[in-house]
């Protein structure tokens, strides 16, 4: 049993590690009215491992603190991203659904922090749009990309004690 949570812990860590360097990384494009965050392609981790949800969501967390966001967008952010996962990680059953969330999600609320936080602007509806496109994106198609590079090796990274 300890050895299971220390796994789940391990697991959500190094998820979150992972988000928080990506997002540093891909600086330039992962913020903005028009972004593209390629650690948005992690948020298919879900359909892995209930370890991603916190693992995504302290990355998305630490990556907003890092990058010295406003606090709404530190808040605001972080919570589209645990609804997400959380969503994510209840349609694992069906694997091409599981990218939906992620867009939905930050489509929905990341305009209303650019426009609270930051004072961009655009229309909510078009920064919808932007923001929604950046996730398909990365979300969507690089998202994809990866759980399907990462399935043959679930056993193997994602593995736990009963498997």
């Not at 009215?33 to 892995?48: D, G």
């Not at 996962?85 to 990341?110: D, E, Q, T």
């Not at 426009?115 to 929604?132: C, K, S």
Request: charged share 10%; with cysteine; net charge positive.
């Amino acid at each position: 049993m300890k050895n299971k949570k220390i796994q789940f812990l391990n697991h959500s860590a190094v998820i979150a590690a992972i988000y928080t360097v990506l997002v540093i990384v891909f600086a330039p494009i992962s913020f903005g009215p028009v972004q593209v965050r390629i650690a948005e392609a992690l948020t298919i981790l879900p359909y892995f491992t209930p370890a991603a949800i916190p693992g995504v969501t302290i990355g998305c967390f630490l990556s907003a603190v890092l990058t010295a966001s406003d606090p709404l967008d530190i808040i605001f952010g972080s919570l589209a991203t645990l609804i997400a996962a959380l969503l994510s990680y209840g349609l694992r059953r069906h694997k091409f659904l599981v990218p939906i969330p992620p867009i939905v999600a930050n489509a929905l609320i990341i305009p209303w922090v650019l426009r609270y936080a930051y004072d961009i602007p655009d229309a909510i509806p078009f920064m919808m749009l932007t923001v929604g496109l950046g996730e398909v994106i990365s979300a969507g198609i690089l998202g994809t990309l990866l759980l399907f590079a990462l399935e043959p090796l679930k056993p193997y990274i994602f593995k736990t004690d009963h498997n």
